[in-house]
């Protein structure tokens, strides 16, 4: 059926021009958000009334923006998001994992055990494969871009851009390759089955409704120096007590040396006379 009403589209991307794969962005006066495409960041709201409104755009790892956009005047946007001083990256071979505040898992090198969350990055081509165990199975990535999504409620989804996976179901002895350009489900007591990425059946699997994260602004320059005062003020206090505690370590430890230096001394003097 033919679409009416205006759209707006674009792509949501970091600073280095990398494709942000789980970012959402959402029209707030009429409560629309919607997922881009893992694969590319890419996104399409479609069926807007012709007005001037706010987009408010978010992804786990970065700060949230805010952007007015004109559908009546349908350009592609160019979204930029900047990275969270909290957001954590895993070195893997030549690339990296990002490891967003909101992504819960626990980290050992390059095997990571995650409980809920996104994670995504490029790299590996070295000794060690890249290992991510979930309640439903393990992935092992030797190479190549990934995506990987885990959210409560939800089905954990699996996206292989470019290299080759492994997925070790649980109870399953057999492992499930992966290649390039397939995305899988994981989910207990299910062979795991990878099919060709499509990003129609991705949109289906991400319906409109509300922001999965919360939305993280960025601090103004006034409160980052504000903080960053206050950073240096903690330390600052924190150096003083040291060396107060020290002092105070030190002189405990010099008094018995020269309480007994003063009561030799002492005899001494007292022997002579």
């Given at each position: 059926?033919?679409l009416s009403g205006a759209s707006l589209s674009g792509a949501v991307h970091?600073?280095?021009?990398?494709?942000?794969?789980?970012?959402?962005?959402?029209?707030?006066?009429?409560?629309i958000t919607q997922a881009v495409q893992p694969d590319s960041g890419r996104?399409?709201?479609?069926?807007?009334?012709?007005?001037?409104?706010?987009?408010?755009?978010?992804?786990?790892?970065?700060?949230?923006?805010?952007?007015?956009?004109?559908?009546?005047?349908?350009?592609?946007?160019?979204?930029?998001?900047?990275?969270?001083?909290?957001?954590?990256?895993?070195?893997?071979?030549?690339?990296?994992?990002?490891?967003?505040?909101?992504?819960?898992?626990?980290?050992?090198?390059?095997?990571?055990?995650?409980?809920?969350?996104?994670?995504?990055?490029?790299?590996?081509?070295?000794?060690?494969?890249?290992?991510?165990?979930?309640?439903?199975?393990?992935?092992?990535?030797?190479?190549?871009?990934?995506?990987?999504?885990?959210?409560?409620?939800?089905?954990?989804?699996?996206?292989?851009?470019?290299?080759?996976?492994?997925?070790?179901?649980?109870?399953?002895?057999?492992?499930?390759?992966?290649?390039?350009?397939?995305?899988?489900?994981?989910?207990?007591?299910?062979?795991?089955?990878?099919?060709?990425?499509?990003?129609?059946?991705?949109?289906?699997?991400?319906?409109?409704?509300?922001?999965?994260?919360?939305?993280?602004?960025?601090?103004?320059?006034?409160?980052?120096?504000?903080?960053?005062?206050?950073?240096?003020?903690?330390?600052?206090?924190?150096?003083?007590?040291?060396?107060?505690?020290?002092?105070?370590?030190?002189?405990?430890?010099?008094?018995?040396?020269?309480?007994v230096n003063w009561l030799l001394k002492n005899r001494q003097e007292k022997?002579?006379?």
């Open positions: 059926m033919p970091q600073a280095g021009g990398e494709p942000i794969p789980f970012a959402f962005v959402s029209l707030d006066k009429f409560a996104f399409a709201l479609v069926g807007l009334p012709p007005e001037a409104r706010t987009l408010l755009v978010s992804a786990p790892g970065f700060y949230s923006q805010a952007y007015v956009v004109d559908s009546a005047n349908p350009q592609p946007l160019d979204l930029t998001l900047v990275i969270r001083h909290e957001t954590r990256s895993l070195p893997w071979g030549s690339g990296q994992v990002l490891l967003p505040p909101e992504t819960r898992l626990i980290e050992d090198g390059l095997h990571l055990t995650l409980e809920q969350g996104w994670l995504w990055g490029h790299g590996g081509g070295g000794d060690e494969p890249l290992r991510i165990s979930l309640e439903a199975g393990e992935i092992e990535i030797g190479s190549g871009r990934f995506a990987l999504e885990h959210v409560p409620g939800q089905a954990v989804w699996f996206y292989l851009f470019e290299g080759q996976a492994k997925l070790q179901a649980k109870g399953d002895s057999q492992p499930v390759v992966v290649s390039g350009g397939q995305m899988v489900v994981l989910a207990e007591d299910f062979r795991p089955v990878p099919v060709p990425y499509d990003p129609v059946v991705v949109a289906a699997l991400h319906p409109e409704g509300k922001f999965p994260i919360a939305l993280t602004w960025q601090p103004s320059l006034s409160a980052q120096i504000r903080d960053r005062l206050a950073q240096i003020g903690i330390s600052t206090a924190q150096f003083m007590t040291f060396i107060t505690y020290l002092m105070a370590f030190l002189t405990l430890l010099a008094l018995p040396v020269l309480v022997k002579y006379d």
